[in-house]
């Protein structure tokens, strides 16, 4: 069965500096994988996906996430944090053939200090 | 704005009161899905439904949980004789067939606390 963890339940960053949120995946088929967003007493937005076309995918909000099969692996990065990026981050896996049923990790939270 | 909706936003009931939550998705989507998420933890699939047809549910919706997408287009979550437990937020979301398999489109939720 797919599975999704996130390494780190916490991440806290200073304006300005590199975001790095981690998730590896497991899934016996080429999955697709995604990172939504929650902000406080919201719903879930999505930031990007990956869908076995460019490795590296690009989101919104300056994010980005490369895909490594070898790794299992869809780190979600961001050059310069800003405040407003403070809000818990979701990865999920989906396959193909079930429906479009999402499995989430278990959230990463992640804190931007002036 | 004609995004996922859902109601109530919040709702508080006494143990082993019913609950039921209803859910309006995108309009011209005809899958619609229910997760639940607690505290410090992502959304747990609960079932989801391809137009009226509901097609998969999860371990976690015991008997005491029922939905229904009478029409194929809005659906009701309901919870009977609540539990503690039950206490979370209800997530709804939606998304086309044919589109990109995973994509979805998520309500603000509906919170429930269970006294």
């Known amino acids: 069965a797919q599975s999704v963890t996130q390494l780190g339940s916490h991440v806290s960053v200073s304006e300005g500096a590199l975001v790095l949120l981690r998730c590896n995946y497991s899934s016996s088929v080429p999955p697709y994988l995604f990172w939504y967003v929650q902000y406080p007493n919201q719903g879930l937005q999505l930031l990007l996906k990956y869908t076995s076309a460019a490795t590296l995918v690009k989101g919104i909000n300056g994010f980005e996430a490369e895909f490594k099969k070898s790794e299992t692996s869809f780190h979600l990065t961001k050059p310069s944090a800003h405040m407003s990026d403070a809000a818990e981050y979701f990865c999920a896996v989906s396959l193909g053939n079930q429906g479009g049923k999402l499995i989430f990790g278990q959230g990463t939270e992640l804190s931007v200090k002036p | 704005d004609t995004g996922v909706s859902q109601d109530p936003r919040h709702k508080i009931t006494k143990r082993g009161q019913n609950v039921t939550f209803r859910c309006d998705p995108i309009?011209?989507?005809?899958?619609l899905y229910w997760y639940r998420q607690t505290l410090g933890q992502g959304p747990e699939f609960l079932t989801y439904f391809q137009n009226e047809a509901q097609l998969e549910k999860s371990r976690l919706l015991s008997d005491r949980f029922s939905a229904e997408r009478p029409k194929g287009s809005f659906s009701t979550l309901e919870i009977q004789r609540t539990e503690q437990g039950d206490s979370a937020m209800y997530l709804c979301?939606?998304?086309?067939?044919?589109?990109?398999?995973?994509?979805?489109?998520f309500g603000e939720g509906s919170r429930l606390t269970v006294l």
């Open positions: 979301a939606s998304s086309l067939v044919g589109t990109l398999t995973g994509e979805l489109f």
């Open positions: 309009s011209e989507h005809n899958r």
